[in-house]
């Protein structure tokens, strides 16, 4: 899973995995980005996707 990314919240900070996921709130490891729910928000902060970038890691 070499393609994985990182996306990061413009916000808080927080990081978003593909690979490691979020399981604590309901995306297990490998999922992308684009198979990430609409409604998924941060869990730090509450910003939806959107306020969300890739960043290089």
Known sequence: M???RVWQCTECG????EAAGDA???LAPGTRW???PEDWVCPDCGMGK????MVEV
């Open 2 to 4: 070499s393609d994985m």
């Open 50 to 53: 959107s306020g969300f970038l």
């Open 34 to 36: 684009q198979d990430v």
């Open 14 to 17: 927080y990081l978003y995995d």
């Open 24 to 26: 604590e709130h309901g």
